[in-house]
């Protein structure tokens, strides 16, 4: 039978653990963010962060791309990228880390915010607005690693994608990153067709303008570290 006053000495030591437990996380968490994604890291000399969704560097720069780029898709593209980004960190509550978010979600704090979700959502807002002179691209660095990052790519109608502008969303907690790929020194970046074709049911039978090409059998990554 354990008396009252040996109860009442064990509360402390209860919380101790409790306050031992939080600390742990946070030491955790702050490690994550000291050896975590590079995804993070400094924007890279060639990278500008989008100043509005009326941003004149950015819509000139798309209209740069060729002369065929319609101006008011350029617009379009640029002021969607600015405010999906933000409405989307304004939904997932994401602090100033996302690397540090992703670690919430993985905790199971936060409900989501990776990268892949920033850049699907501005997917599928891009492709409903039916651009004729404007392509989309899925862009990724580092697939699956723990450092795997998630971009679109925007270029004019039948670029190649390594002379797209990535529009990236995540790696500013929702200010729009944008700059071509040769600015960006922390990653290597590569188109992945599937990815997009998977996220876009109606085209997924088709890519190239009409090129017939059987639906992927991947569908979408559930979960990741970015």
Known sequence: MIVPDTMANLRPKRRFRRHCSRLTLLVIALAFIAHGSPAIARPGWGLLLATSAEDPALRARIVALSPKVNPDEARRVASIAYTTGLELARK?????SPTMHSFLINMGIKKGGYCWQFATELLLRLDAQKLKTIDLHWGESD???????NVIVVTARGQPFEQGIMLDNWRRSGHLLWGTFDGDPDHKW?????AMTSRLPRRAATVDHGKKETKPSQTPKTQSKN
């Open 92 to 96: 997932w509550e994401m602090g100033s």
């Open 143 to 149: 697939p699956g690693t723990d450092t795997e990052h």
């Open 190 to 194: 590569r188109e992945n067709r599937n």
